[in-house]
């Protein structure tokens, strides 16, 4: 087979996606889930009495929470097959990535499996992070 009938082929069965319809359902999701983060630092503000960046702190811990318990217990796959790029904020995305990292490993035990992939998937974020923030504060 050459080359351009494989792509050919490749071209008729890869499904088709509607990518405005993906946009507008992650604009939402992720306005949604801004929407309860603001909720939840006016409910750590009024309830609990904490400052302003005490509150957003601690929205931080509870998105991260969240998003690790959900990958853990096998939702936060399919929420975000459904939703888009609208869960994959840098809180929660990071959590599931480290999460989802450390539950693939952890038959291999504590040392050379968790341990040791704990930051396998985002490792290269962290680094380019980094390395880009060094950069453009330079």
Not at 29 to 57: D, P, R, T
């Amino acid at each position: 087979m050459r080359k351009e009938e494989y792509q050919k082929l490749v071209k008729e069965f890869t499904p088709k996606e509607n990518k405005w319809k993906n946009a507008v359902i992650a604009f939402l999701v992720g306005g949604l889930v801004g929407f309860f983060g603001q909720v939840i630092v006016a409910i750590l503000e009024n309830s609990f009495a904490l400052e302003k960046m005490e509150a957003y702190s601690w929205l931080c811990v509870i998105l991260i929470f969240l998003a690790s318990l959900s990958t853990a217990l096998g939702f936060f796959d399919n929420w975000v097959s459904k939703s888009k790029a609208g869960l994959f904020l840098p809180t929660t995305g990071f959590a599931h990535s480290v999460t989802s990292a450390a539950l693939d490993y952890r038959k291999d035990g504590f040392i050379t499996g968790l341990g040791s992939s704990f930051f396998k998937l985002a490792g290269s974020v962290l680094l380019y992070g980094i390395l880009s923030g060094f950069l453009l504060g330079i």
